[in-house]
């Protein structure tokens, strides 16, 4: 039986977190003609979603493992920057530390670095719930998007793989809003020269290799916690 402690934590934790793309992504990866199977194990093992997203098309490319290797660290570089951040937050919280430190991802970071846990509340098991509950959406509603998209076949899935180029122009219109504008624009200017320079058949991972190192620089000089 879960002690008040815990739960006072999960009773906070909830109303903060919401399900999101899961269903989407389960419905996309059977649209490509995977089985229903593919996205859980891929989203037990992975638990990264744009980078599980991104496996879905490299399963149907010729086999690059380097290619592959350097594209999901370009692309899950941004927790870097999570991991740095939440440092002295994660510290201390005992067993709990390991699988916050597995289960940190977008939303989870979002919610866990904004929100200021009331004295009553156990931070490490407000953190906990939060990393648990996200990851417990993004399992079943791939679970429900996988069954769904292999049994109902008179749903209409074409398209739906531009669900995650919305989502991240979403993300940067947010971002554009915030004080942290200026990290979205120099990530957009950073991919429009790679583009230019490489061609679209080959920016990406120039792009995301300057962003990163762009980023970098910048945080060992101080600039993003001085203007951003």
């Known amino acids: ?7 006072r934590a999960l009773r906070f934790a909830f109303p903060l977190t919401v399900p999101f793309i899961g269903l989407t992504y389960g419905l996309f990866t059977v649209s490509q003609g995977l089985p229903w199977g593919y996205p859980l194990i891929m989203c037990l093992l992975i638990f990264a979603g744009s980078m599980e997203f991104i496996t879905v098309t490299l399963l149907f490319q010729p086999f690059d493992p380097v290619g592959s290797f350097i594209m999901a660290l370009m692309v899950n570089g941004r927790h870097l920057f999570y991991a740095i951040t939440m440092l002295g937050k994660y510290r201390g919280k005992g067993w709990k530390t390991p699988y916050l430190i597995y289960g940190m991802c977008d ?19 407000f953190y906990f719930w939060v990393t648990l509950l996200n990851q417990a959406y993004w399992f079943i509603g791939v679970l429900i998007g996988s069954i769904a998209g ?18 991240f122009v ?30 679209p058949a080959s920016f990406l991972i120039p792009a995301m290799a300057g962003i990163l190192f762009t980023f970098l620089l910048r945080y060992r000089l101080g600039g993003i916690a001085h203007d951003d």
Do not use: H, Y
Not at 107 to 125: C, H, K, L, Y
Not at 150 to 167: C, H
């Open 150 to 167: 292999s049994t109902l076949t008179f749903l209409p899935l074409r398209g739906i793989g531009f669900v995650l180029t919305a989502m």
């Open 107 to 125: 939303e989870s970071f979002a919610v866990n670095v904004t929100t200021e846990v009331p004295e009553n509340i156990d931070e490490g098991w």
């Open 170 to 199: 979403v993300l940067f219109l947010d971002l554009c809003r915030s004080k942290s504008a200026k990290c979205g624009i120099t990530g957009l200017a950073i991919t429009l020269a790679a583009l230019v320079i490489c061609g």
């Open 1 to 7: 039986m879960l002690s008040q402690t815990v739960l």
